[in-house]
């Protein structure tokens, strides 16, 4: 079984802008100009999953940046496992070389885990929402293994650039923008990634608010990394930081145990206009104080609040392979595979998470 997929796709903005310049515009589908049932309901039926990757040019990272899209096909294509290669968690399956289902679906672009996340974490999630008929863009965040604490502090503002990029490069190419319904895109973010959807809703964080977050009485999640790496915030770019990202393209978010959710303005949360679904994964007292999603509520307007109180923050990651626990105690990390006792197993939390994730966009679009 193969463990990567073999690239059959290369997307850009560049691309995409390059194809409007030429007559070749990509034109969205709309469900105004298609006949009654046109519009394919992600709740209609389960589909085959598909997945190919994704390469999209992100300027603010001077390159191309690695996604993989997962959409709902036939049954036909090479079976492949997405994220195999990870000595620690469980690959998905998917089809390779196979095509989209016809149809004007919705879009959600992924952006999952932390300032550390591995590149395939999000990938139970993508393949769930695939087989309800979404669109998914999966973006794949640098590896953490090969950087520094320091080099993981910009994603805070390049995580909102990159999902913005992959909007415009999907929306640009002809073939793929045709089964997107452009009144029916949303974000989906865990952790910094549900920064990066509050960000691009509208939220601007306060750069001396996320600049003290590891001071005294702060409630900042990657502290003690941090203090490790003897690393201040305060070297933080402010600018970049507290700039304006919203997108107007995107319809409503779905935000799970977001970081720096106490550092945003609150006038700018008071401005957010779309729909925002809130899910912390835990019970209100366990909860990582700097995860906590709940504050939210007071200050967006049409934000909805869930807890899933039988889950733990280290439920979003994929189930885990054989071993992984004691690979990851003889590194001295945390209990990423272990879960509650004498509840639902991960995969059960996965699919009750999904089922809550797609019913939020299905009654936001």
């Not at 589909?47 to 709902?72: F, K």
């Not at 950087?147 to 929306?171: G, V």
Request: aromatic share 4%; net charge neutral.
């Amino acid at each position: 079984m193969p463990k990567v997929l073999i690239p059959v796709l290369i997307l850009s903005a560049l691309i995409g802008w390059s194809s409007a310049r030429a007559g070749e515009a990509a034109r969205p589908c709309h469900v105004s100009a298609l006949q009654p049932g046109g519009r394919d309901s992600p709740a209609a039926e389960t589909y085959s999953v598909g997945a190919r990757p994704l390469a999209v040019a992100a300027p603010e990272r001077g390159g191309v940046i690695d996604a993989t899209l997962w959409y709902p096909t036939g049954s036909s294509g090479r079976r492949v496992v997405v994220g195999d290669d990870s000595p620690l968690f469980q690959g998905t399956p998917a089809l390779a070389d196979s095509a989209i289902r016809e149809g004007c679906r919705p879009l959600v672009v992924l952006s999952q885990g932390g300032l550390r996340s591995g590149p395939n974490i999000g990938a139970w999630m993508a393949s769930r929402l695939a087989a309800k008929g979404f669109v998914v863009a999966m973006l794949r965040q640098p590896d953490p293994r090969h950087l520094t604490e320091a080099q993981t502090l910009p994603e805070i503002w390049l995580r909102p650039a990159d999902i913005s990029a992959a909007l415009t490069a999907i929306l640009g190419n002809a073939d793929l923008s045709r089964h997107i319904d452009p009144d029916r895109i949303g974000v989906l973010g865990y952790q910094i990634g549900g920064t990066a959807a509050l960000s691009l809703a509208g939220g601007r964080l306060d750069a001396a608010s996320v600049q003290a977050s590891c001071d005294a009485g702060g409630v900042g999640v990657d502290c003690g990394r941090f203090r490790k790496a003897g690393l201040d915030l305060r070297t933080i770019d402010a600018e970049r930081l507290g700039r304006p990202n919203a997108d107007a393209r995107i319809r409503a978010i779905v935000v799970v145990d977001p970081e720096f959710s106490r550092d945003f303005t609150r006038a700018s949360l008071e401005n957010i206009s779309i729909p925002v679904s809130l899910v912390n994964l835990g019970r209100p007292e366990a909860l990582w104080p700097g995860l906590d999603a709940q504050g939210l509520t007071r200050s967006i307007r049409q934000a909805r609040y869930d807890a899933m109180p039988d889950a733990t923050q280290f439920s979003a990651f994929p189930l885990c392979k054989p071993g992984a626990a004691d690979i990851l105690r003889s590194d001295g990390e945390e209990a990423i595979c272990d879960d509650p006792l004498g509840g639902r197993g991960r995969g059960q939390i996965h699919d009750a998470l999904a089922q809550r994730v797609a019913a939020a966009f299905r009654s936001s679009f």
